[in-house]
């Protein structure tokens, strides 16, 4: 069982309170709540401090009874459910006071007694209360909201289903928004997700977004597990959801997918007078949660590989200035890359693209890196030598990244012959860490070769030739085994290449075939198709 000290901490971190928060909320010292944290305190003196701690930390249940316990104190639960007859017989332990009488539990509550009766109807006669609900829903004029109470009290629906959403159709963008929660005690209530809902709809509609719904929900959720459940149920491509009261606000847009790339973006807001309140949900909430929807939806295109409708979202994304600059480097970084995968790439505007995400994020890891591939790819006077400072500046960041170490390789070799021991030594490194790397594997067969080091390059070409059915790897093998004087084997690694090439990439093939046939007539001729030229020519291909 975990500790108080423990339990508090998670509980903490998952609401995003801060200790000075909590503690004036509390009425406490910020020392007292760091010492039940830090465990320096082993557990609050009084029951009602640690209750206390579960109101302001909206704790359900089920968490405020294992804070409860953690800090020895009985939990409530048990007391809901079991609550103490008179005489003060402990229901519990069946201990009777001294001289009272013997005592039963108390009679059941009427709300848990009718609950109770209805599950017991559900589980004997399902078939005539559904002919119930259809008679009663006839009855009702088929009321949406008669409906869903009546489904609802018979538990047929479970909370957060919304059962008046229509699922998303083919080709249609659901996004859909939970009432968001008021812990305010029923003060300062707002409609938060009409509110949402209008902003959205004209963001969309600028960005020419079509086949986009949006829909609030009748529910309201309360954690990320279950935005992805409604997102599963109605096939929404994001759910927005979040709460306030009179200290804090916060927003959380969820992508569908229980995978790891599926994307949370949450923002929270500190409260210190009903003025700020309305100001945040007024302005500022409707401001970042445009742009974290807008970002969280491109993103979403953009894994799904629909990259006409990611620009327009991450580009309408960037006419709003989110309150986080790492935010907007991150839309910038996706323009990028979507870019860079076009057919035909646009490696200024890809550089461009890269560098706006790097101006608001010097320290950006990925961005550097993809910078310096646009720079290799764009290979004009001076780009080797920028690609080369960027991985650098990557590297010192991740000095073991391997693809930061393959492409500072190709780099540092594309400068030239004089360079390529430097080369190897990094894509060495990168074996170490990445051995199972067909292009790793495949770089050291080739920078080997071309090193004049052939023999030291093969057991590297067999390696990646297994690992790769591109045919580029039998390429660079063909390049040691001609290298070796062993023509035979290296025309048929050649021949191998191009008839991989022509089916697995038509672009390639075009490009590789001319020299390739060449090479292959040559050494059938007898002749070495490697001069010098040849092969520091090869260094930058």
Known sequence: MKSFAELLSEFI??????????????????????RWREGLTQRP??????????????LSPSERDQLLLAGGFPPDQLKDEHPLPAGGQSAMAGDQAPGAAPSTLAPTPPASRSRDLRRALWRRAPMAILGLLVVLAIAAGFSTGYWRQLAADLDLVQPGSSADLRPATAGETLVVISPFVNYTGGQAGFNVAGRLREALELEFQLANLKEVRVEVASESIGDVAAA???????????????????????????????????????????????????TTINSRLPDEVRWMTLYVLGRSHFLAGRNEEAVAALDRALAISPEDPLAQAAVYFYLALIESQNEVPDQDRTVALYSEALELRPDFGSALNN????????????????????LRTALGAAPEDPTVLFNLALAVARRGPE????????????????????????GLCWFYALAGKPEKALP?????V??????????????????????????????????????????????YAPSRLSWIESLRSGLDPFDAATLRSLLTE
């Open 460 to 464: 590297h070409c067999d390696v990646a």
């Open 45 to 58: 003196r009084h029951r009602e401090d640690v209750t206390r701690l579960a109101e302001r930390l909206r």
């Open 228 to 278: 992805r459940k409604m997102a599963g149920l109605f096939r929404a491509a994001l759910v927005i959801w979040g709460e306030y009261d009179s200290g804090r606000v916060m927003a959380v847009v969820t992508g569908s997918g229980y995978e790891p790339a599926s994307e949370v973006q949450q923002r929270r807001w500190l409260i210190s007078s009903p003025a700020e309140l309305t």
């Open 13 to 34: 971190n998952h609401t995003g309170v801060s200790d000075a928060e909590l503690a004036r909320r509390l009425g406490v010292s910020r020392q007292t709540v760091f």
């Open 371 to 390: 910078r310096a591939v646009a720079y290799i790819n764009r290979d004009t006077p001076g780009d080797m030598e920028r690609a080369e400072v960027d």
């Open 466 to 511: 297994q690992l790769d059915e591109s045919g580029l790897s039998n390429d660079s093998r063909g390049l040691a085994l001609s290298l070796l004087g062993r023509r035979d084997e290296a025309i048929t690694e050649f021949e191998a290449s191009l008839a991989k090439l022509r089916v697995a990439d038509p672009e390639t093939y075009q490009q």
């Open 419 to 442: 360079r390529l021991e430097e080369a190897l030594i990094l894509l060495e490194r990168a074996e170490e860490q990445q051995s199972d790397s067909p292009g790793i594997q495949n």
